[in-house]
Nanobody, 129 residues
Framework: QMRLRESGGGSVQAGGSLRLSCASS????????MAWYRQAPGAEREGVAV????????AYADSVKDRFIISQDNTKKTVYLQMNSLKAEDTAMYYC??????????????????????WGQGTQVTVSS
């Protein structure tokens, strides 16, 4: 049973930084894509950043480009999201997602949330202005 566990969320003032981590376990083989999505209250879940784990290709939502960086460790079991210059509108629950099929397009635009079958429980990020 695959498991994704996010950590690193918290409260920060506008202009600050946070680093989210997503640790994966409970599977054999390798993921094809891993991603970060976020969902604010009353809003749809939206893509933030995606990484193709085989070659490290990345894609970002326009709203976070040049502020957020998605990366992975060498074993490809953990994915990170470095978030800089945070804004109040970045406040949301952040979710990690994993894909094993490799049939989606990295984008931009980022893949629909429905392309990912594996999700973590989320970690809350709150940015105060």
């Amino acid at each position: 049973q695959m498991r994704l566990r996010e950590s690193g969320g918290g409260s920060v003032q506008a202009g600050g930084s946070l680093r989210l981590s997503c640790a994966s376990s409970g599977y054999t083989g390798y993921t094809k894509y891993m991603a970060w999505y976020r969902q604010a209250p009353g809003a749809e879940r939206e893509g933030v950043a995606v990484i193709r784990t085989g070659d490290g290709t990345t894609a970002y939502a326009d709203s976070v480009k040049d502020r957020f960086i998605i990366s992975q460790d060498n074993t490809k079991k953990t994915v990170y999201l470095q978030m800089n210059s945070l804004k109040a509108e970045d406040t949301a629950m952040y979710y990690c997602a994993a894909d094993f099929e490799g049939r989606l397009s990295i984008g931009p635009p980022l893949p629909s949330r429905w392309k990912f079958a594996n999700w973590g429980q989320g970690t809350q990020v709150t940015v105060s202005s």
